[in-house]
């Protein structure tokens, strides 16, 4: 009795079980506050809300662990995000059994099957998801059902977060369903292990704001989500002062490159693709010396575009190889 009593007064005084928001807000308190260069390890919840044992933890979609309040960071300066870990830690993950209707011509959807599969299979209420398995030790993912006829669909993990923010200027709270220039849900998936992310800064501590794990995730996210699950996060901060940017950046060991960041049918890719190679030559030139027109050569002839998300975001990248110094 007594070890009970003590249990009820310690949880009382604020041993409390962890909270996890949807909204990349800046009232929210702060998970933990960390000086730049710090070594930070953190795990993050599947899109549905649990956790490496399969707890629920938070209702979906895509809690977030944070915010961490980056020491010195200010509005006006970037936070670089650097990811030297994004690992599975659980053996199974979900996705939906078909495609996005936005992905698709008007006169397919007509024809195309129901996207049911089995409830209550994945997740209780829900019939839309199938289970994938996934072999750490091996690096694979591989889908338990159903089964094709024609293949095997089993392919190399590539494990990535898909939702990295701070909060958003103002008093907006955007939820963790979309993507802007803050951040939040990009859904890129070259947000993995070693990549640095870029990110403007509106409010003190920048209070940064991560989740939505995926074992694997093809280009534009055609089916609305990769195959979801939890993850273990290794990543450290620093801070480029002054540095303002209009939004996310992203460099990996062989490219630069811009995100056009904008929610999900909310404009065309042509609006996302004219957002990320503006930015890319403000990059080129602010940060690797480029002259404007040298910017633009540089783009015309080496840039590379990737679709984020089907209905959304557009990347330009340009490989380190194309920026030889004289």
């Given at each position: 009795m007594r070890f009970l009593l003590l249990f009820v007064c310690l949880f009382a005084a604020g041993l409390q079980a962890e909270v996890?928001?949807?909204t990349f807000f800046h009232k929210h308190p702060v998970k933990q506050r960390i000086r730049a260069g710090e070594v930070v390890s953190t795990r993050t919840l599947d899109s549905s809300g649990k956790d490496q044992e399969s707890k629920e933890m938070s209702d979906g979609p895509n809690p977030l662990t944070g915010p961490f309040f980056v020491e010195g960071a200010e509005p006006g300066d970037s936070i670089a995000i650097h990811f030297r870990k994004v690992r599975l830690n659980r053996n199974w993950g979900y996705s939906s059994y078909r495609l996005g209707l936005f992905a698709m011509t008007p006169e397919y959807i007509e024809k195309t099957y129901p996207p049911m599969y089995k409830r209550d299979l994945v997740r209780k209420g829900f019939a839309h998801y199938v289970p994938w398995d996934l072999d750490r030790e091996k690096g694979v993912v591989k889908l338990r059902e159903p089964g094709s006829k024609a293949i095997v669909m089993e392919f190399p993990a590539k494990p990535m977060l898909g939702c990295v923010g701070v909060a958003a200027a103002g008093d907006w709270?955007?939820?963790?369903?979309?993507?802007?220039?803050?951040?939040?849900?990009l859904d890129y998936n070259r947000i993995g292990e070693g990549a640095t992310v870029l990110l403007p800064v509106y409010h003190s501590g920048a209070l940064l704001f991560m989740?939505?794990?995926?074992?694997?995730?093809?280009?534009?996210?055609p089916t609305g989500n990769g195959v979801e699950t939890?993850?273990?996060?290794?990543?450290?901060?620093?801070?480029?002062?002054?540095?303002?940017l209009t939004g996310p950046r992203v460099e990996t060991a062989d490219a630069i490159i811009s995100i056009g960041s904008q929610p999900e049918f909310q404009s065309s890719l042509d609006r996302a693709l004219e957002m990320a190679t503006t930015d890319m030559v403000q990059y080129l030139m602010t940060e690797h010396g480029l002259e404007e027109?040298?910017?633009?050569?540089?783009?015309?002839?080496?840039?590379?575009?990737?679709?984020?998300?089907?209905?959304?975001s557009m990347a330009l990248l340009i490989p380190r190889a194309a920026l030889k110094k004289r």
């Amino acid at each position: 009795m007594r070890f009970l009593l003590l249990f009820v007064c310690l949880f009382a005084a604020g041993l409390q079980a962890e909270v996890y928001y949807r909204t990349f807000f800046h009232k929210h308190p702060v998970k933990q506050r960390i000086r730049a260069g710090e070594v930070v390890s953190t795990r993050t919840l599947d899109s549905s809300g649990k956790d490496q044992e399969s707890k629920e933890m938070s209702d979906g979609p895509n809690p977030l662990t944070g915010p961490f309040f980056v020491e010195g960071a200010e509005p006006g300066d970037s936070i670089a995000i650097h990811f030297r870990k994004v690992r599975l830690n659980r053996n199974w993950g979900y996705s939906s059994y078909r495609l996005g209707l936005f992905a698709m011509t008007p006169e397919y959807i007509e024809k195309t099957y129901p996207p049911m599969y089995k409830r209550d299979l994945v997740r209780k209420g829900f019939a839309h998801y199938v289970p994938w398995d996934l072999d750490r030790e091996k690096g694979v993912v591989k889908l338990r059902e159903p089964g094709s006829k024609a293949i095997v669909m089993e392919f190399p993990a590539k494990p990535m977060l898909g939702c990295v923010g701070v909060a958003a200027a103002g008093d907006w709270a955007p939820t963790s369903s979309p993507s802007g220039p803050y951040g939040g849900n990009l859904d890129y998936n070259r947000i993995g292990e070693g990549a640095t992310v870029l990110l403007p800064v509106y409010h003190s501590g920048a209070l940064l704001f991560m989740g939505d794990g995926h074992a694997l995730q093809g280009d534009g996210e055609p089916t609305g989500n990769g195959v979801e699950t939890s993850m273990d996060v290794e990543f450290s901060v620093t801070v480029r002062k002054g540095v303002r940017l209009t939004g996310p950046r992203v460099e990996t060991a062989d490219a630069i490159i811009s995100i056009g960041s904008q929610p999900e049918f909310q404009s065309s890719l042509d609006r996302a693709l004219e957002m990320a190679t503006t930015d890319m030559v403000q990059y080129l030139m602010t940060e690797h010396g480029l002259e404007e027109w040298a910017a633009h050569l540089l783009i015309a002839f080496q840039g590379k575009y990737e679709v984020v998300t089907a209905r959304g975001s557009m990347a330009l990248l340009i490989p380190r190889a194309a920026l030889k110094k004289r």
